[in-house]
């Protein structure tokens, strides 16, 4: 099986940065492409930022220029770099990521158990 775990979410106050860590691990064959999504109270998980296996990218408008997402495919993890937080940067943040594990012919979705951010002061 596979697992996605998430770290480095906490308190920060307006105008702080955060660095989120998502490892993936387990029967890995390859992994297409990676992201973060969000989910705030009394919302909808939505997209923050996507990364595909050739590097491509796309970030939701809310945090374009603000946060930066990378990926090191050797150690199967993505990055998100969040600058120049908000109090609307609130949320539980979740990895995401389209796997095909080994000995299989298709991609499935695999998601983190989520990781709170909170930007108060």
């Known amino acids: 099986q596979v697992q996605l775990v998430e770290s480095g979410g906490g308190l920060v106050q307006p105008g702080g940065s955060l660095r989120l860590s998502c490892a993936a691990s387990?029967?890995?064959?390859?992994?297409?492409?990676m992201g973060w999504y969000r989910q705030a109270p009394g919302k909808q998980r939505e997209l923050v930022a996507r990364?595909?296996?050739?590097?491509?990218?796309n970030y939701a408008d809310s945090v374009k220029g603000r946060f930066t997402i990378s990926r090191d495919n050797a150690k199967n993890t993505v990055y998100l770099q969040m600058n120049s937080l908000k109090s609307e940067d609130t949320a539980v943040y979740y990895c995401?990521?389209?796997?095909?594990?080994?000995?299989?012919?298709?991609?499935?979705?695999?998601w983190g158990q989520g990781t709170q951010v909170t930007v108060s002061s």
């Open positions: 990364i595909t296996s050739s590097t491509n990218t």
């Open positions: 387990g029967s890995i064959g390859s992994i297409y492409a």
């Open positions: 995401n990521a389209d796997i095909r594990t080994l000995g299989a012919t298709r991609l499935t979705d695999y």
